[in-house]
């Protein structure tokens, strides 16, 4: 589709605050709709497109997966709005939040009683933060074998 006017990619980037090649990447895999192009080939965004890169935008800043952007854009179209499917996405995202939010207060925790017994004073023969690193798993437990 040939448009002779439109939103170049670099004025849609600027107003949507999604940079270049994030532009580019969501039209690759469909969550913003190929542009249609100028006579020299220039991509021509509609002013909607806007609209739905603000969305996406925000989606992410949410913690949303591309995945779940997906859902939800499809349950934003006209005709298809049924907030009892959004509440669904959305409920499943509220879970992983928590669980997120439940694995950084147990982070915390260790971090901060590990910090708390931090020398102040020269070099140390050991230092806790790094103990913990190289005996720790990603969960802040120790490792078995140590």
Same mark, same amino acid.
């Given at each position: 589709? #040939?448009?002779?006017?439109? &939103?170049?990619?670099?004025?849609?980037?600027?107003?949507?605050?999604?940079?270049?090649?994030?532009?580019?990447?969501?039209?690759?895999?469909?969550?913003?709709?190929?542009?249609?192009?100028?006579?020299?080939?220039?991509?021509?965004?509609?002013?909607?497109?806007?609209?739905?890169?603000? /969305?996406?935008?925000?989606?992410?800043?949410?913690? /949303?997966?591309?995945?779940?952007?997906?859902?939800?854009?499809?349950?934003?179209?006209?005709?298809?709005?049924?907030?009892?499917?959004? #509440?669904?996405?959305?409920?499943?995202? &509220?879970?992983?939040?928590?669980?997120?939010?439940?694995?950084?207060?147990?982070?915390?925790?260790?971090?901060?009683?590990?910090?708390?017994?931090?020398?102040?004073?020269?070099?140390?023969?050991?230092?806790?933060? &790094?103990?913990? &690193?190289?005996?720790?798993?990603?969960?802040?437990?120790?490792?078995?074998?140590?």
């Amino acid at each position: 589709m #040939r448009a002779s006017h439109g &939103l170049s990619i670099g004025r849609v980037a600027r107003s949507s605050g999604v940079h270049l090649e994030t532009i580019r990447y969501y039209e690759r895999i469909g969550l913003i709709p190929a542009p249609g192009r100028t006579e020299g080939g220039h991509r021509a965004y509609e002013p909607l497109a806007l609209r739905r890169l603000a /969305f996406v935008r925000r989606s992410r800043e949410l913690g /949303f997966s591309i995945e779940e952007i997906r859902a939800l854009l499809g349950l934003a179209e006209p005709g298809h709005r049924a907030c009892e499917d959004v #509440r669904v996405v959305a409920e499943a995202h &509220l879970k992983d939040v928590r669980a997120k939010i439940a694995d950084l207060a147990r982070l915390e925790a260790v971090l901060a009683e590990t910090v708390g017994r931090c020398g102040t004073e020269g070099p140390a023969p050991s230092c806790p933060v &790094l103990e913990l &690193l190289e005996t720790a798993d990603a969960k802040g437990r120790r490792d078995s074998k140590t």
